[in-house]
């Protein structure tokens, strides 16, 4: 019988699934910096059997933006391997015929180009860092408010992240005031949403069973995947914390130093 548990589970592994932002890089200043032995690792797993897809919540910046930045770092990436919510977001809203007022970061801002913004019926929340004034928090709010059937759309649930300098709040603090103060519940797009991971899944071609997620959120990058049925391996790198292995609620199937490490073990128990 198959082992399903870590890191025996790794022998019969098809895909592996990695967060960016906290595993591969640390964002900040400039382009952020590489974490240590991550773009050695990116490599390993290009080189091996497996497939593999980058899954982030960045909503600071287009997907072409965003890879480029890894690739100055010295990522082997590119952006069809790159699952974004931005565009998800962009195909629910032409799917339904929405017209969204925009709470985003001026960044990915051209990912909405093709979408209708005139007399808005909805709103989509990203990570919009300085933009989260009250001003704005405040219009985002008075468009949901005056809608008979007020619709909030989330690109992540994210309560903060880690930069060079340190943590920030993330959007899903922000959504919460949202949906507090309108009587609503946000539809997320973007980690944790099952339907997010799926479409990772779909891409590759595999079973949930097939692929393991890398991350260094609990809740949305390890909870999230386990949810749809993948394996979740935790790094202690990015915005991970001590207390993230006694939370209540989600236990990672692993928890590792970082990618590097991750990454041999998975490649030492396939007998690479």
């Known amino acids: ?27 900040g200043e400039g382009d952020g910096v590489a974490i240590p032995g991550s773009i050695e690792a990116v490599e390993k797993l290009k080189a091996s059997d497996l497939q593999l897809r980058f899954c982030t919540n960045e909503t600071q910046a287009t997907r072409e933006k965003f890879v480029a930045k890894l690739q100055r770092l010295g990522f082997d990436i590119s952006v069809s391997e790159v699952f974004s919510p931005a565009p998800a977001a962009v195909a ?19 990912e909405f180009d093709s979408v209708d913004k005139t007399d808005p019926n909805c709103v989509v929340i990203g990570d919009a860092a300085e933009n989260f004034s009250y001003q704005n928090v405040n219009e985002a709010f008075r468009v949901l408010i005056g809608l008979e059937k007020p619709l909030l759309f989330s690109l992540g649930q994210g309560r903060y992240y880690k930069e060079t300098d340190g943590l920030k709040l993330d ?20 980690k ?35 949810r749809c049925g993948m394996k979740g391996v935790q790094v202690r790198t990015g915005k991970y914390r001590p207390t993230d292995e006694r939370h209540p609620t989600v236990t990672a199937d692993g928890t590792v130093d970082n990618l590097a490490q991750s990454v041999d073990v998975i490649l030492n128990q396939r007998g690479h």
């Open 192 to 226: 944790p949403s099952s339907m997010f991971f799926q479409s990772v899944l779909n891409d590759m071609g595999l079973h949930p069973h097939e692929a393991l997620m890398i991350g260094d959120d609990l809740v949305n990058d390890v909870g999230g995947a386990q």
């Open 171 to 190: 959007v899903g603090v922000y959504m919460k005031a949202l949906e507090y103060a309108c009587d609503l519940e946000a539809e997320v797009i973007g």
């Open 1 to 27: 019988m198959a082992d399903t548990g870590w890191p025996g589970c790794a022998k019969s592994l098809k895909g592996v699934v990695l967060d960016m932002c906290g595993v591969l890089y640390d964002s």
């Open 92 to 110: 629910v809203l032409k799917e339904k015929g929405l017209r969204p007022h925009l709470l985003v970061y001026d960044g990915v801002l051209p």
